[in-house]
C-alpha cells in the first residue's frame, strides 16, 4: 500500500534535450512575437514612469 507522501509528490519528469525543447516551446510563440514585443516595450515604460516619478 502507498502512502500519503508517494501520492502527494508529483512525478519527476525531466526533458532529454533542454536546449531543443526550449527551441521547441519558443517556436510555439513565434504567431505571438510582435505582441510579445509590445508587451516587454510597455513593461519598460511602464517600470521607467514608475522610477521616474518620485
Request: hydrophobic share 45%; net charge positive.
Amino acid at each position: 500500500m502507498r502512502s500519503i507522501e508517494s501520492i502527494a509528490r508529483p512525478p519527476q519528469e525531466y526533458a532529454e534535450n533542454k536546449g531543443e525543447t526550449a527551441r521547441r516551446l519558443l517556436s510555439e510563440l513565434d504567431p505571438y512575437r510582435r505582441r510579445l514585443f509590445l508587451v516587454l516595450v510597455l513593461v519598460v515604460l511602464g517600470a521607467l514612469a514608475q522610477a521616474g516619478g518620485p
